[in-house]
């Protein structure tokens, strides 16, 4: 049999997609991928939907979450397989985070309005639609407003960190995303550790509890995937990737373009069946 690929790190309209749950199963598949892992920011939204949308030439789907975290300024994203995505508790927390993230929004908008640039709530609103509000749809207000001529000047200028009107999401803390994700049985994992400054605050985080570490990813070189890879190794940790996919005209827009062999889907399930058992 040939080998099977997994994509373990998917967006959708439930935060700051362009591909509506339903629809991401199919177009995964046509990618030649098997498996896939919705991983929302901070939002479980468009896990029963998109399993509910599974069928005959769609992939399989891991239910996941990315939660953001921040120590010391900097953001730290812990991705989550297999969580038990009903737990009550877990759900209401995803709640507060959805409500800080509109508050979060409403200081942007504010900071943008010093900076002369007069970006009303509502279009951004409509804009985030059902989706879990972040900066992308500010970003594309910002677009559409005329403020701004391309995605990544929004951030370069305005949003992104370092740029005027960035705001911290004053958030969870690494360790209590790694225990949030750990409590409701899943698999907590380090998303795209290159976009870390600091190198020795992964030991930090293994201490917490983190099982695995994204090695696959857009913004990696082939030498940092190696490197992380042998790190996970090293620390007896999993390894996972994916392609970060939010759609086209966002960031990263390749779906499927980074994977991982099926086995790692393998990996992670052992490894759930060893803390169950
Ligand atoms: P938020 O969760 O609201 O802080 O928004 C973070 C999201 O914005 C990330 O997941 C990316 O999709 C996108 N993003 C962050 N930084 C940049 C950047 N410099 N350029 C383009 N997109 C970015
Ligand atoms: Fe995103
Ligand atoms: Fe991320
Ligand atoms: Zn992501």
């Given at each position: 049999m040939p080998e099977q690929y997994a994509d373990l790190h998917l967006h959708t309209t439930c935060s700051d997609g362009l591909m509506r749950p339903e629809d991401i199963g199919a177009l995964a598949a046509q990618a030649g991928i098997a498996t896939i892992a919705i991983t929302d920011h901070d939002t479980i939204c468009g896990i029963d939907r998109a399993i509910a949308?599974?069928?005959?030439?769609?992939?399989?789907?891991?239910?996941?979450?990315?939660l953001s975290a921040v120590i010391d300024e900097t953001e730290v994203h812990i991705l989550g397989y297999f969580i038990d995505w009903h737990e009550a508790t877990f759900t209401e927390r995803m709640g507060?985070?959805?409500?800080?993230?509109?508050e979060r929004a409403k200081k942007i908008l504010l900071r943008?309005?010093?900076?002369?640039?007069?970006?009303?709530?509502?279009?951004?609103l409509e804009i985030a639609g059902e989706g879990v509000i972040g900066r992308p749809h500010i970003a594309d207000g910002l677009i559409r407003g005329g403020f701004v001529s391309s995605y990544d000047e929004a951030f370069d200028r305005y949003i992104g960190q370092g740029a005027p009107a960035y705001i911290p999401k004053q958030l969870l803390h690494p360790a209590e995303a790694i225990r949030l994700i750990s409590s409701v049985g899943g698999i907590p994992v380090l998303a795209h550790p290159g976009t870390l400054k600091e190198e020795g605050f992964i030991r930090q985080l293994i201490l917490w509890g983190l099982k695995g570490i994204e090695a696959v990813h857009p913004v990696h070189t082939q030498r940092m995937i190696d490197y992380y890879k042998t790190l996970a190794k090293t620390h007896g940790l999993l390894y996972t990737g994916g392609s970060d996919f939010h759609g086209e005209g966002r960031r990263f827009n390749s779906i499927g373009k980074q994977k991982v062999p099926s086995q790692v889907v393998r990996d992670l399930k052992s490894l759930i069946q060893h803390n169950n058992g």
């Open positions: 949308a599974r069928g005959n030439s769609t992939a399989e789907v891991i239910p996941g979450v990315e507060q985070l959805r409500r800080g993230r509109l943008l309005k010093e900076l002369g640039v007069d970006l009303p709530l509502e279009s951004v």
